[in-house]
């Protein structure tokens, strides 16, 4: 038995039943005992299965017209089409026959035999029908491409769905990874030495981590989050950095607490549809887009919740790592329209690039 394609089954199990692709490969690899070629091959097959999932299922279901495979047996086939398809290093043979072994005994032929059709008779075809179909070319649903083409034009959702499927850049910052662009909106809300901020859905800590080592570990950080767990994690990190000025509050972001202080900063950096990380967290963009919709509703709230402990001539920024108008334009506009004490002074969308960071937004307001 091929442990590695084991083990990449056994996740996309989970996946199907609703589990996070970090999450769950991360423990896998931490608690496998694999060596670092296992690891880099298990997590090349997994998230190549799960980015391009919409069209290995095109192609299955182009090639089992008559029976539709189970859960089980479409799990195996898309590992085995990922291989052929999109992994050149991998052999047909090896693709076709570790998933026949990893089969439950009453699909083995059922699926080596839906394999072997695909290899005499559709390659070549069912490639060229991909290329000509952005959905499919990209594995990503049709109303999202719609969404960007609309919100941001066509070139930039070009560009959108071109890195979309490409490995994410890492970038690390002091013993801790994090993306580029979070660095970068840190960088923009300028905390200070001395100064009290504010992070009011701070978890994992990231952006806390990074303005406390840009304030030199002086001042104040009230990090809060409504998970008692996820804070727990955010402490340890900090401890392990050696930043004493973290502190953790379970709060939650949407109701105003009185036992807060004023701040020279807060910063909004709230939930969101996620689709600037698709690339890291490549189920996002399988979601029915109606899901979101009630986001911008909980964001505009969090964000008047954060404007009551910001101090005069203090500095608000609300931040997203989507790409998506609703959640970002719209709601800083009707900010805006209902906070006249608060004027805009920077607003910044970052789409994601090759050696750049993930699709992010900000906005940053001053009290006046």
Do not use: H
Not at 7 to 17: A, D, H
Not at 36 to 43: E, L, N, Q, V, Y
Not at 56 to 83: G, H, N, W
Not at 273 to 280: H, T
């Amino acid at each position: 038995m091929n442990i590695p394609r084991k083990s990449v089954y056994n996740l996309l199990l989970k996946m199907e039943k609703g589990a996070y692709s970090s999450i769950v490969l991360d423990n896998e690899l931490k608690s496998g005992g694999f060596d670092d070629r296992d690891k880099a091959f298990i997590t090349a097959l997994f998230y190549c299965v799960t980015e391009r999932r919409l069209t290995l299922d095109y192609v299955i279901d182009k090639f089992t017209s008559s029976r539709k495979p189970e859960q089980e047996a479409r799990v195996l086939l898309r590992m085995s089409l990922a291989q052929i398809m999109f992994m050149d290093s991998v052999p047909d043979s090896a693709a076709v026959n570790e998933s026949v072994e990893l089969a439950p005994r009453r699909a083995k032929g059922y699926i080596n035999g839906v394999l072997r059709s695909f290899l005499r008779n559709g390659r070549d075809g069912v490639n060229e029908e991909i290329n000509a179909d952005l959905s499919l070319k990209y594995s990503c649903p049709a109303p999202l491409i719609d969404k960007w083409r609309r919100e941001y034009g066509e070139d930039i959702m070009l560009q959108i769905l071109g890195t979309s499927l490409e490995k994410p850049p890492a970038f690390e910052r002091d013993g801790y990874a994090q993306d580029l662009s979070c660095q970068t909106a840190c960088s923009r809300l300028n905390p200070r030495a001395g100064e009290t901020i504010i992070d009011l859905c701070a978890a994992p800590g990231g952006k806390s981590f990074t303005m406390a080592q840009l304030m030199n570990n002086t001042g104040r950080i009230i990090s809060c989050d409504i998970n008692r767990k996820k804070l727990k994690f955010v402490e340890e990190r900090a401890k392990r950095l050696g930043l004493s000025i973290i502190e953790t509050y379970v709060n939650d972001a949407k109701v105003y607490n009185p036992d807060f202080p004023k701040a020279d900063k807060v910063l909004c950096d709230v939930p969101c549809s996620g689709l600037g990380v698709i690339r890291r967290k490549p189920e996002i963009k399988y979601k029915n887009l109606s899901e979101f919709d009630r986001l911008p509703d909980i964001q505009l709230q969090i964000l008047k919740t954060g404007a009551k402990y910001v101090k005069e001539e203090g500095t608000l920024m609300y931040s997203t790592c989507t790409l998506s108008r609703a959640e970002n334009e719209a709601v800083v506009e009707k900010f805006i329209t209902e906070s006249n004490n608060f004027r805009l002074i920077d607003k910044n969308t970052t789409i994601p690039s090759k050696t750049g960071g993930d699709g992010f937004f900000m906005a940053i307001f001053e009290r006046v």
